[in-house]
């Protein structure tokens, strides 16, 4: 086959807020296919064929048909290699298990070959190189050529590991999002803002601002958890601290064999030896407990019989709860017990090393726990059990077994309790119990530790049984019902007036009595002091106050030129301005070289309006008029002329307006004249009627607008920090 031109890739942008695409991060490719735009997919021989068999995830794509396996009949009649790269981008990321779904593909011009492509992406280093790899796979398909798709997914796979959030942020992000509760990502960790402002709160996987420091000191010395836990009336075992192997032998006998030994600051179960039945045993324990701790200080208390369970409590309830069971191999008489190991415990697919697998693989040759509870049965990791023999690995396995419903009320509020004590508002409680169907009391079982930031992925991901939503609990804990983390956000998109309408609306908001944020083409403001931009882009700075936890509503001025090329810094808002739809030549470098064109970038200002909210409107746009439609929520029109048709036929409507007659503003409701101000002659009357109709749609009142506007400086002197 003769080789075609390539696939040039000619810019690269990610769109890091709503954008002229959709609502989330994207990234935007510009893409020249050269002498492919005359070879659609159906006049590329074995196309088809052989993109299917290397990627046969293709079929669930829906594409513009709108149903299962709508992609493959738009690439078996005939499409084009950018929309085909689209969705092969696409595919890897699921592949690499970052699921998306949303891309487009557009061309740029008339038989140009130039296109733009956009696709979305939960993280812009990962979508990077799928992008490159997409393309390369693509070009492989077309020239037939072998491509290892296998190391591609593994490469993608492990970037999305490394760098996205992990399964148990992520449940609570989701969780979040369910709720419509907006999140930034504050490290390339599992940091994460949750809200906006004054109204955000701050989560570290399963840690909280509420979750203090000094609970976390307590949790992590488990000799005073217990004793702060037992004079509460809490179940525990006794136990006593030691810090060499004669005293943990001493100190077994004066408690009463059988015991068990554990590192004072152990965690995950290291270096943990149960059901020890001699001074020997407790000797060698200790040496286990020490090195997996890392201290000589080692605790060896009563054992408990039973399972091991670990209950999460949020706040004051018990969300989830997981047993762990032991772990056995049944001899062969040929295999050692390692080998025995593979063949029966870690060919389990649930069994692996990273996050996405709920219990871990078991290494008997890398576990000093499990060599020493092999020598208690005088086995090393090469003996052989005969045929039927069954061998004890674990005492207690991965806490992996979902138990959540059948877990006794007593038992839920004792753990509860105990987390109370600590002073954790998220904490994971281990406990050990033959029947967590039964009071503890009644059989003799103990909370054994309260741990502080759990792990999750055991409730999100059971071995056995019902997964749990543990995500959803912790935002519950954090946000009231009625609350969603956003403070009120003002945008005000297009060319004219733009910057003084921001700054009007965000000192009438000041002088409300909130702490008003401000960022335009005038700077960063918070109350009227300029902050430093600091090299900042438009989206930075904007973001930079929405991080700012003491700002209480935010004003966003924003350009064609930032939606396109950062989109925008907040995900919704609850009053969205557009002024004008008017000199696209600012922008023609991104082809942008019609209203209608320029339409659809500045549209996106009304796109992300709250259903609770409202879009202020020109009424002397003809193109701004044509957003109302688009708009979830209300819409106020603004103009100097009263008659203007928008203006009439919204007030026939009981629509809200505001309008210039003579000298004087009016806000109307219907046919009614709610209210008149005097007209301000020092400000452009368009960017004062806009910026009042953005006050009345956020509730302030006639006579506080009317303070604000006798008091506004049109041109502040301007203070810095």
């Known amino acids: 086959m003769i080789k075609k031109k390539d696939i040039d890739i000619l810019r690269v942008t990610y769109l890091r807020g709503p954008n002229i695409w959709t609502y989330r991060p994207v990234i935007e490719a510009w893409l020249d296919i050269g002498e492919l735009e005359n070879f659609p997919s159906n006049l590329l021989p074995g196309l088809y064929e052989r993109l299917t068999a290397i990627l046969p995830g293709l079929i669930v794509h829906r594409c513009g048909v709108g149903e299962h396996g709508g992609f493959l009949e738009r690439l078996r009649d005939g499409t084009y290699a950018g929309h085909i790269l689209e969705h092969v981008v696409l595919e890897l990321q699921n592949l690499a298990g970052m699921k998306t779904g949303f891309g487009k593909t557009r061309q740029?011009?008339?038989?140009?070959?130039?296109?733009?492509?956009?696709?979305?992406?939960?993280?812009?280093?990962?979508?990077?190189?799928?992008?490159?790899?997409?393309?390369?796979?693509?070009?492989a398909m077309i020239e037939d050529r072998p491509y290892d798709v296998d190391a591609t997914v593994a490469e993608l796979t492990d970037m999305v590991e490394r760098l996205c959030l992990g399964p148990s942020t992520g449940n609570i992000v989701d969780a979040a999002g369910v709720r419509k509760i907006p999140f930034i990502r504050l490290?390339?960790?599992?940091?994460?803002?949750?809200?906006?402002?004054?109204?955000?709160?701050?989560?570290?996987?399963?840690?909280?601002?509420?979750?203090?420091?000094?609970?976390?000191?307590?949790?992590?010395?488990?000799?005073l958890t217990k004793s702060l836990l037992s004079s509460c009336g809490v179940p525990v075992p006794e136990g006593e601290l030691v810090t060499n192997r004669e005293a943990a032998a001493e100190a077994a006998k004066d408690i009463g064999m059988p015991v068990a030994v554990k590192p004072y600051d152990g965690n995950h179960g290291r270096g943990v030896s149960l059901n020890l039945n001699t001074p020997e045993e407790v000797a060698?324990?200790?040496?286990?407990?020490?090195?997996?701790?890392?201290?000589?200080?080692?605790i060896v208390e009563r054992f408990i019989p039973g399972d091991e369970h670990r209950l999460l409590v949020v706040g004051k309830r018990m969300v989830a709860a997981a047993a762990g069971e032991s772990l056995w191999v049944t001899g062969d008489g040929k295999s050692n017990i390692v080998e025995l190991c593979n063949l029966q415990?870690?060919?389990?697919?649930?069994?692996?090393?990273t996050e996405d697998h709920p219990l871990g693989l078991v290494t008997p040759e890398k576990s000093p726990e499990i060599l020493l509870e092999l020598e208690r049965q005088n086995l090393t990791t090469q003996s052989v059990p005969a045929a039927g023999f069954k061998v004890l690995i674990q005492p207690n396995g991965n806490v992996a077994i979902d138990v959540t419903d059948k877990v006794h009320p007593q038992v839920a509020a004792m753990a509860a309790?105990?987390?109370?004590?600590?002073?954790?508002?998220?904490?994971?409680?281990?406990?050990?119990?033959?029947?967590?169907?039964?009071?503890?009391?009644?059989?003799?079982?103990?909370?054994?530790?309260?741990?502080?930031?759990?792990?999750?992925?055991?409730?999100?991901?059971?071995?056995?049984?019902?997964p749990r939503n543990v995500g959803e609990a912790i935002v519950d804990h954090l946000f009231a019902p009625e609350l969603d983390g956003r403070m009120p956000i003002v945008g005000i998109a297009g060319k004219h007036g733009t910057?003084?309408?921001?700054?009007?609306?965000?000192?009438?908001?000041?002088?409300?009595?909130?702490?008003?944020?401000?960022?335009?083409?005038?700077?960063?403001?918070?109350?009227?002091?300029?902050?430093?931009?600091?090299?900042?882009?438009?989206?930075?700075?904007?973001?930079?106050?929405?991080?700012?936890?003491?700002?209480?509503?935010?004003?966003?001025?924003?350009?064609?030129?930032?939606?396109?090329?950062?989109?925008?810094?907040?995900?919704?808002?609850?009053?969205?301005?557009?002024?004008?739809?008017?000199?696209?030549?600012?922008?023609?470098?991104?082809?942008?070289?019609?209203?209608?064109?320029?339409?659809?970038?500045?549209?996106?200002?009304?796109d992300v309006i709250l259903p609770s909210g409202a879009a202020v409107l020109n009424a002397a746009d003809e193109q701004v008029v044509e957003m109302a439609e688009l708009c979830d929520g209300a819409v106020i029109f603004y103009g100097v002329d009263e008659h203007l048709a928008a203006i009439a036929a919204h007030r026939q409507e009981a629509g809200r307006v505001v309008f210039q007659r003579a000298d004087r503003i009016v806000l109307g409701e219907g046919s009614v004249d709610v209210a008149t101000l005097p007209l301000s002659p020092l400000v452009p009357p368009e960017a004062v009627l806009a910026a009042i109709a953005a006050a009345w749609a956020l509730g302030l009142t006639p006579d506080l607008i009317g303070a604000g506007l006798r008091t506004f400086e049109a041109t502040p002197k301007k203070t810095h920090h």
């Open 108 to 139: 740029i011009g008339e038989d140009t070959g130039l296109y733009k492509m956009a696709f979305r992406t939960r993280q812009e280093r990962v979508g990077r190189a799928a992008l490159a790899a997409g393309r390369d796979l693509l070009m």
């Open 417 to 466: 309790l105990a987390a109370r004590v600590v002073g954790l508002d998220i904490a994971g409680i281990d406990l050990v119990a033959s029947d967590i169907t039964r009071p503890l009391e009644e059989q003799g079982g103990a909370i054994i530790e309260v741990n502080a930031s759990p792990g999750l992925l055991a409730h999100l991901k059971p071995a056995v049984g019902e």
């Open 499 to 606: 910057t003084m309408t921001a700054r009007i609306v965000a000192w009438l908001l000041q002088i409300s009595g909130k702490k008003t944020g401000l960022s335009c083409a005038d700077g960063l403001f918070v109350n009227g002091r300029l902050l430093p931009r600091d090299g900042l882009t438009d989206w930075e700075t904007g973001e930079r106050m929405l991080l700012n936890k003491s700002v209480e509503a935010g004003v966003f001025e924003a350009s064609a030129r930032m939606i396109l090329s950062e989109g925008l810094a907040y995900d919704k808002c609850a009053v969205g301005v557009v002024t004008d739809v008017s000199d696209f030549e600012d922008v023609s470098d991104f082809y942008i070289d019609s209203a209608d064109k320029l339409y659809n970038v500045l549209r996106t200002q009304v």
């Open 284 to 298: 060698a324990a200790y040496d286990v407990a020490a090195l997996r701790g890392g201290s000589k200080n080692v």
């Open 345 to 353: 415990i870690n060919i389990d697919p649930r069994r692996g090393e």
């Open 187 to 223: 490290t390339d960790g599992n940091l994460v803002q949750l809200g906006h402002g004054a109204r955000q709160r701050r989560i570290w996987t399963a840690e909280t601002e509420d979750t203090s420091a000094i609970a976390e000191g307590i949790a992590s010395d488990k000799d």
